[in-house]
């Protein structure tokens, strides 16, 4: 079963499934491994690249739908998360 090969159990997989609970970023990179995807196509459902507006659109609508249930403690958590990472994410123009 997938939920073995990411080590949880089908309980714990199913809530992740539907948003009841958070997903760390070691596990994020298991489940792309174990699915053969980047982590673009994982989180985003592609792996382009691009600066079309729409898209950009959707991906700002599909963040807004991940923190929508979020607590202030656990936003607070994600701005820290973000600002630390930031740095080594590479912009469109070092692709």
Do not use: W
């Amino acid at each position: 079963m997938f939920s073995s090969l990411i080590g949880t159990g089908e309980k714990d997989l199913g809530q992740l499934e539907r948003g009841e609970h958070g997903c760390s970023v070691a596990r994020l990179v298991l489940i792309a491994k174990t699915l053969n995807l980047s982590l673009d196509e994982l989180v985003l459902g592609k792996n382009e690249n691009s600066k079309d507006s729409a898209q950009l659109t959707s991906m700002r609508e599909y963040i807004d739908l991940l923190l929508a249930n979020c607590t202030e403690i656990q936003l607070n958590s994600i701005y820290h998360v973000l600002l630390a990472i930031m740095p080594y994410i590479p912009t469109d123009n070092e692709r």
